[in-house]
């Protein structure tokens, strides 16, 4: 997961007078009728970005035109070890953008990497106009060892230390490898995450407002054509691109315009969850005129204005009593905590009416963990 919060730590020894809200609802993904097929708008032609040579090269991968090669980008060892981070590279057979679609930040939000995976077969690169840069586990350690939210190395998470430092541990050195070889190199980038091994995450995406008119507004319609319904609006983030601390940041405060979507949970790979990724990232592909695709946008999307967060305020055992996506009011029961004897602590009670977000897919309780995020629904920006 890949979030700004806010925080309300809840008090403990809360009772709850209102009753658990009702199941989730049935359906998670918009109705995107986006079919593969000619585009109409064909009078629009894609603009040539940072493509326009023979060959396109990102780290040790050279793909020539309409062509797709395969390579790493070194990590060089500094403080601590290095090591390889995996990119596909497709040329496109004609001239375009440069996109580049990203996963694996948080190396067990195994949807968002399986989804780029696929892509790299998913899409032809002699159908391609622009090219595609593919980098499907940006944290290794993090798969290998199956440890969430960070990288094992220094315990850093691998989507807050952009634009990276080539002095620093791992994941420093890391965000600098991908900042000057996929960031510098694209014109457009999607940062692919998901719920992590405890998070019971709906899917959603984030656009990022710069105050750059032209650049949001070209975000805001990748954002909707990606098809995703429920986006959250991120107003708060960095402006200087020296510290632009997330990776889609680091390209939004570049001048690329970008986003950040989330599908996936708890570890085992929902088909569904992976499949709505791919197709979200071929139909910005069609948006952007890099594939003969219609990307209609988002019929009713659900803008999300603010989040907010409970956190544990001791360590514990947590039962949760809502499910992903449940509408909840502010007070309302989402769940309870006892002690390792079974014990009742307290009642957890919704921060704010509004949306959960994602919610605590395990029992594992720590103080400072997040109970659940709630989305509060806002009007569409302007
Ligand atoms: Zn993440």
Redesign the pocket.
């Known amino acids: 997961?890949?979030t700004l919060r806010l925080r309300a730590v809840l008090a403990g020894l809360l009772i709850a007078a209102y009753p658990a809200n009702g199941p989730a609802r049935a359906g998670y993904y918009d109705d995107n009728p986006a079919t593969a097929g000619p585009d109409l708008r064909s009078d629009r032609l894609a603009e040539p970005g940072q493509d326009a040579h023979a060959t396109f090269t990102v780290g040790t991968a050279t793909a020539a035109r309409g062509r797709k090669a395969y390579g790493v980008m070194n990590v060089p060892a500094g403080s601590d070890a290095g090591y390889d981070i995996p990119v596909a590279v497709l040329h496109g057979a004609r001239p375009g953008p440069v996109l580049a679609v990203v996963a694996g930040?948080?190396g067990t939000?195994y949807a968002s990497i399986v989804a780029v995976e696929r892509l790299i077969d998913a899409v032809d690169a002699a159908q391609l106009s622009g090219t595609l840069i593919l980098v499907p586990l940006v944290n290794v350690p993090s798969f290998e060892r199956i440890v969430p939210h960070v990288n094992p190395t220094d315990n850093k998470s691998m989507?807050r230390f952009y634009p990276g430092d080539s002095k620093g541990t791992q994941t420093d050195r890391a965000s600098s490898v991908v900042t000057r070889e996929v960031v510098d190199k694209c014109d457009h980038l999607i940062d692919l995450?998901?719920g992590?091994l405890d998070e019971n995450l709906r899917p959603y995406s984030y656009w990022t407002v710069t105050g750059n008119q032209k650049q949001d507004e070209t975000s805001r319609a990748m954002v909707l054509a990606f098809g995703l319904d429920h986006i959250i609006i991120s107003a708060d983030r960095p402006k200087d691109p020296k510290a632009s601390r997330y990776l889609e940041n680091t390209a939004s405060t570049r001048g690329k315009p970008s986003f950040t979507a989330?599908a996936g949970r708890s570890g085992p790979v929902d088909p569904k969850d992976a499949a709505v990724l791919v197709t979200g990232v071929q139909n910005v592909m069609g948006h952007l005129k890099m594939l003969a695709r219609a990307a209609p946008p988002v019929a009713k999307p659900v803008w999300v204005g603010q989040i907010v967060s409970a956190t544990a305020d001791r360590d514990g055992i947590f039962h949760p009593s809502v499910d992903r996506d449940a509408h909840v009011v502010k007070g309302a029961k989402i769940g309870s905590v006892t002690d390792y004897l079974n014990r009742p602590l307290h009642d957890v009670l919704a921060p704010e009416s509004g949306i959960v977000m994602f919610v605590r897919a395990v029992p594992s309780l720590k103080k400072g963990d997040t109970l659940v995020n709630v989305g509060v629904v806002s009007k569409e920006p302007r």
């Open positions: 997961m890949t930040s948080h939000e989507n995450h998901g992590d989330e």
